[in-house]
């Protein structure tokens, strides 16, 4: 049986949530002029680079994780980042809740832009963003109890005090589906999906509008993962959160998410609602990556599996970043990097390819 035959999805997901009213924006916030009511986040032209450090190659050139990304994520609305390992997804979810500042380019939440906050401010607005990290094996601290570790977001932020906090952290556990009876263990005394389970109390400790789920159940069991994924579904449809949700498991992405983005050496390739893009994938690599997930195979398209490896991001083909693994490249992808624009006769959707209009048909 496969994963999202297990999981079930559908229905908390047309359930949607209503989402929390935010914080007012400051009069003197850089609000884009073309923000939509209910964009919560935006990303614009992101770019991150990573300096080489040590051996022969170290003074190289800078590594580009991410090149040129723009997003938009509505409130209460689950968006879905997948694509093969290396192609700067894990970035890009670090770089939108600033935990890694962004080369260039900008990331405006509710329309403050996070690069010209003061210190103060910026503290302000992370209680409001959080992360789920993959391990939840390494994610937790080994010497303190998990009470502690959820109790801490609010205590910093003022949410709650030494005398209430116990409660507070109780409720978090219950909420998560765990004993609040264990608020005084230490992580190694629970399972792989218990700690991720208590990853998700820590980060909802703070009661943020936007979570960062990093490849969230690729380090649990089979078995439990549908479990994990169950409960970020329901805690979306209770809370009205917004999710970032990066996965290479396109099962879950499909059930779980809105809108979905797919990514190739840090650059977006093609972005559209989670049905239509699953339905009816545009793009090369989108087609390519469905047609190595068995059963999201398309019959019609005839779309083989990919072929190689991906390019290092040391030295990355020139133009297109997918053309040198791309069935329908031509002499101009190597010579012009294609921009994201709006598939033919697909709304919602956009893709970045030079032939979209064949693509289209």
């Known amino acids: 049986m496969t994963l999202h035959t297990m999981i079930g999805l559908g229905s908390v997901i047309a359930a949607g949530g209503r989402a929390r009213p935010g914080s007012p924006v400051p009069e003197d916030s850089a609000i884009p002029p073309d923000t939509a009511p209910d964009e919560l986040l935006r990303a614009e032209a992101l770019t991150r680079a990573f300096q080489r450090s040590g051996g022969v190659f170290s003074r190289g050139a800078p590594l580009l994780a991410l090149r040129g990304v723009d997003l938009s994520i509505r409130r209460a609305e689950a968006v879905g980042v997948v694509g093969e390992s290396g192609c700067g997804k894990s970035t890009l979810g670090r770089v939108l809740i600033h935990l890694l ?69 109780a409720g978090l556990l219950r909420q998560v589906g765990m004993d609040p009876g264990h608020t005084g263990r230490l992580p190694h005394e629970f399972s792989g999906g218990q700690r991720q389970r208590i990853a998700v109390a820590r980060a909802l400790a703070t009661r943020p509008d936007f979570i960062v789920a990093d490849e969230p159940v690729s380090a649990l069991d089979v078995s439990i993962q549908a479990q994990v994924v169950n409960l970020f579904a329901d805690l979306r449809a209770q809370l009205g959160l917004s999710l970032l949700f990066i996965s290479h498991d396109l099962h879950v992405v499909r059930h779980l998410c809105d809108r979905v983005v797919v990514m190739y050496l840090g650059r977006v390739m093609e972005e559209g609602p989670a049905e239509d893009l699953f339905k009816a994938p545009a793009h090369p690599y989108t087609r390519a990556l469905l047609a190595a997930t068995p059963s999201l195979r398309r019959r019609s398209t005839g779309a083989g599996a990919l072929s190689g490896e991906v390019p290092s991001i040391a030295s990355p083909p020139s133009g297109c970043v997918f053309r040198t693994r791309c069935p329908m490249a031509q002499a101009q992808c190597g010579q012009q990097i294609p921009s994201m624009a709006p598939l033919p006769g697909a709304p919602g959707r956009q893709i970045a390819c030079l032939r979209a209009e064949e693509l289209s048909r």
Do not use: C, N, W, Y
């Open 101 to 169: 500042k962004p080369t260039s380019g900008r990331v405006f939440f509710e329309g403050e832009d996070l690069s010209s906050l003061s210190a103060a401010r910026l503290r302000a607005l992370r209680r409001r963003m959080q992360m789920v990290f993959q391990d939840p094996f390494l994610s937790l601290d080994p010497r303190r109890s998990v009470g502690a570790q959820i109790a801490d977001g609010m205590l910093i932020h003022g949410l709650s005090d030494r005398q209430g906090v116990g409660d507070e952290v």
